[in-house]
């Protein structure tokens, strides 16, 4: 559970924040000692987790359970890598074929794109056309995140999302807060300009709605 907190924590930064385009998101797989044909060991085995986003702007993220957080900009030059936070912190990491490595206190962190031990049981539905505005009236919760083809789900990351919908009007709710959000249906879709993102009526009865890379569905509050 640990590691699916970790990895939300980048979906949590970038919620309902402006949107970067061209994100390049790697999540840390393992951990291997920096000598010589050491073997690498899975970081789910040692309680580890992180991500680090590349952004197409020049900004980067990075948050892993033993570094902490770092958020400022990056470069590349010849395979290298360099990470500089807003405190001056710099890092530089390593581009392989498939991997990005980075090394900390004698160990090389590896991070990949794709992780399939992340994937949850969990089938995306269809967006599909809404009839009017009272389709989306309820209490909704998010339930899941999609993000770069992993699948999270919302009860293990310690965050909340939801919408509150009816005849006066939309809020957000996260956590303990309630923000009013203007609204309008339009093109079967309830859009929220001051979030900057539209919420979809989907097959199953769910809502969703898309920010970004990441794709949140909601379902009736319980």
């Known amino acids: 559970m640990r590691k ?16 970067w385009a061209g994100a390049e998101d790697w999540y840390l797989s393992g951990v291997r000692v920096d000598t010589e044909n050491a073997a690498e060991i899975d970081a789910d085995a040692l309680n580890r987790a ?3 986003t590349l952004n197409e702007d020049g900004t980067a993220a990075l948050t892993e359970t033993d570094i902490g957080s770092l958020n400022g ?6 395979g290298v890598i360099t990470l500089t936070g807003g405190d001056g912190t710099t890092l530089l990491l390593s581009r392989t074929e498939d991997s990005i490595e980075m090394k900390v206190t004698g160990l090389v962190l590896v991070f990949t794109q794709v992780q399939a031990s992340q994937e949850q049981a969990f089938t995306p539905p269809t ?7 009272t389709q989306f009236y309820g209490d909704w919760q ?8 992993i699948t999270v789900a919302m009860s293990d990351t310690g965050d909340s999302l939801g919408f509150t919908v009816n005849g006066q009007g939309v809020w957000l709710l996260r956590g303990e807060k309630q923000i009013a959000c203007a609204a ?8 929220l300009p001051d979030l900057g993102v ?3 009526l989907d097959d199953d009865g769910s809502l969703s ?9 909601l379902y009736p509050a319980e």
């Open 127 to 133: 967006a599909i056309r809404a009839e009017e505005a």
């Open 4 to 19: 699916f907190k970790k990895i939300l924590l980048c979906a949590a930064a970038c919620l309902l924040l402006p949107v």
């Open 184 to 191: 309008a249906f339009q093109d079967g879709v309830l859009a």
């Open 198 to 200: 539209a919420l979809a």
């Open 50 to 52: 992180g991500v680090l």
């Open 142 to 149: 998010a339930r899941w995140c999609v993000a770069g083809g």
């Open 209 to 217: 709605m898309v920010q970004g890379s990441l794709t949140f569905f």
């Open 73 to 78: 900009s990056w470069s590349e030059e010849e």
